[in-house]
């Protein structure tokens, strides 16, 4: 059994901020009070402990009251990503069979085909008694997020408070605890990087400085006045972070301690930037399954090994499949209390572990002193000629060019080769094949050089902001049909 984690907290801090939204803060206390009457609502409209609950719903105070509330009811909660379409709502909503499902009444037309109640509605109602727990079974399910679906079909994974708890207690033997510790939220609540932050902010005592998007002016006026210790982003958020800072030629304060880079493989290019700005850059490398990090680079190691996700942290453990020596490439596999016991609805018989090692997909390796390199996603590997190209490669010597703000690179059928590389921009200015080709040349070898080149406005990225490259497969499908 662990403590329950917000009421355990209220004993120790209940004055200590817990939440900053705008002009708006709340302790701990206040925090606990809020969940512990719409619980009590909850009550109300029939809802008791074991129940699944269903939450659609920007980043917002009322979404983190929501989840709290659920939890301290016995609940599990279902966070549901609100920029999905309307099909892929409905796919995960009837996946998960919810005993309610909770929107923001901004949304309630988007599942207009499944009974709802919107988070107003909710409030409105009296707050029934209950009884609390004190403490929580360590293999209860806390909550359930669904795959970021970029190689297929999304998965409802299971993450417990053993899960939970672990990651945050290996995260916090790795960055360490400050007294003054403010963690900079912009990741979506929805997605584990955001909900593992608030799960942090309750076992640390720590405050959260929540935004419902990115918003980039805002950010880089609390990054360089020093607002905020920690911050997570992945690498196009980071790489408009850089551009902000370039063009006001600012430095961050030094009260920020850590910044988090996860999301995928990042461009050498933005880490030397980052270093000139004075951002401590820790990549950091985890997934759903794994309730968030599974290695993170120590910060006295942040430029020594610049490009390297670390070492697994203190309470994990990571092998590389079929590697039997120092830079040998093959697939990720990690065991931990940290990584999920398995997943939900059509996929419930789908084994997360084999013989107690989650297969993530992923590419990586280890160098001679044990530190992790992430190389790719397995799926994404382009085969041309019997040599393997990890498009995370190429897209990173592309994003060294001075004109190009985002770069993505899929695989091409070819009759000779098998597959060719491909690369979409979205760049400054009009650039031609011959051009790229010119700047890549002492960066690649030759058949890692991008065969065709598309010039796009944007990315295909999930909520996440992780580049889709399967939608890359398809636009291409889609213009050779044209």
Not at 28 to 49: R, Y
């Amino acid at each position: 059994m662990y403590p329950n984690w917000l009421a355990q907290r209220v004993k120790m801090t209940p004055k200590r901020k817990a939440l900053t939204f705008g002009q708006h803060s709340w302790t701990f206390q206040q925090l606990f009070d809020e969940a512990m009457n719409l619980a009590g609502s909850l009550k109300t409209v029939g809802i008791d402990n074991g129940n699944r609950v269903a939450i659609l719903s920007p980043s917002n105070p009322s979404l983190i009251v929501t989840i709290h509330a659920c939890w301290q009811l016995g609940c599990e909660v279902v966070l549901l990503n609100e920029r999905l379409s309307d099909g892929e709502l409905d796919y995960q909503i009837n996946d998960a069979q919810p005993t309610l499902l909770l929107v923001d009444k901004d949304y309630q037309a988007r599942v207009a085909n499944h009974p709802s109640v919107t988070l107003d509605e909710l409030a409105e109602k009296a707050s029934s008694k209950f009884e609390i727990e004190d403490e929580w079974p360590i293999d209860r399910t806390m909550s359930i997020m669904y795959t970021s679906g970029t190689t297929g079909n999304p998965k409802g994974v299971r993450q417990t408070v053993r899960n939970h708890t672990t990651n945050a207690t290996a995260s916090a033997f790795n960055m360490g605890i400050q007294s003054n510790d403010v963690w900079l939220c912009t990741m979506p609540v929805f997605h584990i990087s955001g909900l593992s932050i608030f799960i942090r902010s309750v076992l640390y005592g720590m405050e959260v400085k929540l935004y419902s998007k990115f918003d980039l002016v805002k950010v880089v006026d609390d990054l360089v006045d020093g607002q905020v210790t920690r911050m997570s982003v992945v690498s196009v958020m980071l790489e408009r972070i850089l551009r902000e800072l370039e063009e006001r030629d600012a430095k961050v304060s030094p009260c920020l301690l850590t910044m988090l880079v996860g999301g995928g493989p990042v461009p050498s290019n933005y880490l030397e930037r980052a270093i000139s700005r004075g951002i401590p850059i820790l990549q950091t490398y985890g997934m759903t399954e794994t309730a968030s990090q599974t290695a993170t680079l120590a910060p006295e190691d942040a430029v020594r090994k610049l490009g390297s996700s670390g070492k697994p942290l203190y309470l994990s453990f990571i092998r590389i499949d079929q590697a039997s020596k120092p830079f040998e490439e093959g697939e990720i596999c990690i065991r931990g209390g940290h990584v999920t016991p398995g997943y939900i609805g059509s996929h419930t018989t789908t084994a997360s572990q084999v013989k107690g090692w989650l297969h993530t997909g992923d590419i990586g390796y280890f160098d001679e002193e044990g530190y992790l390199f992430v190389v790719d996603r397995r799926s994404d590997l382009i085969i041309s000629g019997g040599e393997n190209i990890y498009p995370a490669e190429v897209e990173s010597a592309i994003l060294q060019h001075p004109q190009i703000r985002e770069a993505g690179v899929c695989g091409m059928s070819d009759e000779k080769w098998g597959q060719v590389p491909v690369a979409f921009i979205v760049s400054d200015e009009d650039m031609t094949l011959a051009s790229l080709q010119a700047f890549l040349q002492a960066k690649l070898a030759p058949y890692k050089m991008p065969k065709a080149l598309y010039q796009v406005n944007a990315m295909p990225r999930n909520a996440s902001n992780k580049l889709l490259r399967r939608e890359l497969r398809a636009w291409l499908i889609s213009k050779s049909s044209k």
